[in-house]
């Protein structure tokens, strides 16, 4: 037996020496690779200059002018750059790790250096002296910046509307919105969502209520996993100051969906929905050799996936129906009209996964 345990811590030095040698390998390899570089989504060239000098992510200072509105000047006998923005002023020197600012001394992991009549500094000290956020990925190839100006949207050729962000939480999930229209502003604490690379609120301005004036229409994710996607739709009434309800899937189900079933023999699944004001019920036959080993729905379930959009001049939502908790059967579609002061569901269709 102690042989035995021999030969496996044996094994066990053997692959930590190899895996280790390889993971180092690797990490030296991806430092060699180009950089990426990107400001609020949008690819930089400068991913092209970036370098790494001292295991520190470097960049040429000249990029702070695409994270802020700052001015940099270059002193060629000293070889310094200043940089002023609003609050605060830096002065960089080529070789020193010490850059003097207004107030506190800033000091770098490595030292700002010439390379090709340029000054390069650590992205960190872009990000500060910006404003912006910079994340470094682990192999050091990519830096993600994100300016002031990510978390700030308009529709399109419509700047006098603004959609911005109350509070910025973890992993760019926003707590509460303010909406500016003609230089006034609202505040929404109860509205959320994410806004980060992946999903941005959806802000559109369309006459979804038929009266003429165009409402401000606010589509937020509020998240997604597997086989989960959850967005919620806000409607503001730029004429009434007011936002307008929405039914939600929940009352349109039940109010709408009379009645659904599902079941399985051998080889195939079977399901009937019968939907308010539809003659007869919408049969579908779904194919699956292990049909009778699955744990089924009693009846179809809504709204793992709910998607909202407007469509000629309509708000819409889609809606996944579910046979089990993770296989859809296809959507439950909705147009929403605009009756009795809220928005309700004018017609339901439904369409097969597939179709």
């Known amino acids: 037996m102690k042989k035995y345990w021999n030969h496996i ?72 750059a200043e940089v002023k923005s609003q609050l605060k002023k830096y002065i960089i020197t080529a070789g020193e790790k010490i850059v003097q600012t207004s107030s506190n001394p800033v000091r770098l992991k490595t030292p700002a250096e010439l390379r090709n009549g340029n000054i390069f500094v650590p992205a960190t000290l872009l990000a500060e002296m910006s404003g912006a956020k910079v994340t470094i990925s682990e192999d050091d190839v990519a830096a993600k910046f994100t300016t002031a100006n990510y978390y700030i949207m308009h529709p399109e050729g419509e700047p006098d509307i603004t959609l911005l962000p109350m509070k910025i939480g973890k992993y760019d999930y926003i707590e509460g919105m303010k909406l500016k229209v003609s230089g006034k502003t609202y505040s929404f604490p109860d509205w959320k969502g994410m806004w980060g690379w992946n999903y941005k609120p959806e802000l559109i301005t369309e006459d979804i209520s038929g009266d003429g004036h165009k409402e401000i229409i606010v589509v937020n994710t509020l998240g997604y996993g597997t086989g989960l996607f959850n967005q919620e739709v806000k409607v503001w009434n730029p004429v009434t100051l007011k936002e307008e309800k929405i039914d939600s899937l929940k009352k349109i189900v039940e109010e709408n969906i009379e009645k659904s079933t599902i079941k399985a023999d051998k080889n195939q699944i079977q399901i009937s929905l019968q939907i308010k004001g539809h003659k007869e019920p919408i049969t579908q036959v779904i194919k699956d050799p292990y049909a009778s080993e699955m744990s089924l729905n009693d009846g179809l379930g809504f709204g793992a996936w709910e998607r909202y959009m407007v469509t000629d001049g309509k708000l819409m939502m889609r809606a996944s ?19 009795d002061h809220k928005y309700q569901a004018d017609e339901i269709k439904y369409e097969p996964l597939g179709d």
Do not use: C
């Not at 020496?17 to 690779?33: F, H, K, N, P, W």
């Not at 001292?54 to 040429?60: A, E, H, K, Q, S």
């Not at 129906?321 to 009756?339: C, E, H, M, R």
């Open 9 to 80: 811590v044996s094994g066990l030095l053997i692959f930590s020496v190899v895996a280790g040698s390889y993971a180092t390998a690797s990490l030296a390899d991806a430092r060699e690779m180009q950089k990426e570089v990107s400001i609020d989504d949008k690819s930089s060239s400068y991913g092209s200059k970036a370098a790494i000098q001292n295991d520190v992510y470097i960049l040429p200072l000249r990029m702070i002018h695409d994270l802020a509105k700052v001015e940099l000047t270059w002193d060629n006998v000293h070889k310094r």
């Open 321 to 339: 129906a579910n046979y089990t908790n993770t296989s859809p059967a296809g959507d439950l579609i909705v147009t929403f009209q605009y009756k």
